[in-house]
């Protein structure tokens, strides 16, 4: 059991919780398999077997800040990730924090059952043939959006200065690497990007590539720039954006003066993002937001705005389901409960 420091809880909210979607999987698939065969291979592994799943044990964020690498494991994926992490860039997402952690876990348990069975039928896919997409708003270490190419979307990750530089964009390029010896293992995966995008900027001045937004003059962020040095062309502006089967974010909330400008940006987003299926229905986007309840007055602004002056009905993720989802494939077993009891899963969507 971690040894858990001391955090404050705070109250919660009145709005309601919800269980799974249609693009949830069924409680069946979260529960940690305990069949005899699995326990009988637990008892006949090796001393060192056994230290190594130690050592694959992802801590708690909040006992990791102080450490300026990190290597994250996802152990139901047979796959990690090598983070940078910075304290000297005076940005609070240039480290990782206990959301991103949860809202892993909870991507997992979503998408992971059905990417074991080859099959797409919990991936939400705008078009049959192309990977599915998705974009996260204010991604800092990047840990959720690899996680998310792990699972086999293609994905944006956006940030701005100073974690892009100093985090986001270096653990995106060695992510890629363990991306590469996933799939030569013959394992499928998606693919990630990184772009700059300050939700303060309105977003009619917003650069769109095929990838996405981004609020950067060279129309692309670090994937033009590496273009421009390669001698290839720059990307050329497109004039209607793909849409985005996933929007994301995670612990994003927590200065009054930037909740209006990420739900301004979620809510473009969203709405850029709707199609209408050949049936003649409205398709829509999957949006969650995963946060951390240190001011509770601070998450209750940012809910009532999304919902009042943005128009988004929110539902909170049950406390048994994120439980659930942490346990069996995240590190909550090895977690003190109050490590990350503060952490909600919100979903949201427009009329």
């Not at 919780?17 to 069949?35: G, K, N, V, Y």
């Not at 990420?262 to 709707?274: D, P, W």
């Not at 494939?329 to 427009?350: C, N, P, T």
């Amino acid at each position: 059991m971690v040894r858990r420091t001391t955090r404050k809880r705070t109250g919660s909210t009145s709005l309601p919780e919800f269980e799974l979607d249609a693009h949830s999987t069924p409680d069946s698939h979260l529960e940690q398999p305990e069949s005899r065969g699995e326990i009988e291979e637990q008892q006949a592994q090796s001393p060192d077997d056994l230290e190594r799943k130690k050592s694959q044990i992802n801590l708690p964020a909040h006992l990791t800040k102080h450490l300026p690498n990190l290597e994250y494991h996802f152990k139901r994926l047979d796959s990690s990730f090598s983070l940078q992490q910075s304290n000297t860039s005076g940005s609070t997402g240039s480290s990782l924090w206990l959301s991103s952690q949860v809202l892993s876990s909870y991507l997992t348990s979503i998408y992971l059952p059905c990417l074991l069975r080859s099959s797409r039928c919990a991936l939400p896919s705008s078009v049959e043939e192309e990977r599915p997409r998705a974009i996260e708003l204010g991604s800092g270490t990047g840990l959720v959006s690899l996680l998310l190419a792990r699972l086999g979307f293609e994905v944006l990750a956006t940030d701005v200065e100073p974690p892009l530089g100093t985090v986001l964009r270096p653990n995106v390029e060695q992510g890629r690497h363990s991306l590469e010896k996933a799939t030569a293992r013959g394992q499928s995966c998606g693919s990630i990007q990184v772009s700059h995008l300050d939700w303060c900027v309105e977003f009619e001045s917003w650069h769109w590539d095929d990838h996405g937004p981004s609020t950067d003059s060279n129309q692309g962020g670090s994937d033009a720039e590496r273009s421009k040095r390669e001698g290839a062309d720059p990307k050329t502006p497109i004039s209607k954006p793909k849409p985005y089967d996933l929007i994301f974010t995670a612990d994003t909330v927590y200065e009054a003066r930037l909740i209006r400008p990420l739900f301004r940006s979620i809510k473009y987003l969203y709405e850029s993002s709707v199609i209408h299926t050949e049936g003649g229905k409205l398709k829509r986007p999957k949006l969650l937001i995963a946060l951390e309840r240190r001011d509770s007055g601070m998450v209750d602004l940012a809910l009532r705005v999304a919902r009042d002056e943005f128009g988004f009905s929110l539902k909170q993720v049950t406390e048994r389901r994120v439980r659930k989802a942490v346990d069996g494939f995240g590190d909550g077993k090895s977690w003190d409960r109050e490590d990350w009891s503060g952490v909600e899963i919100w979903q949201g969507e427009l009329p």
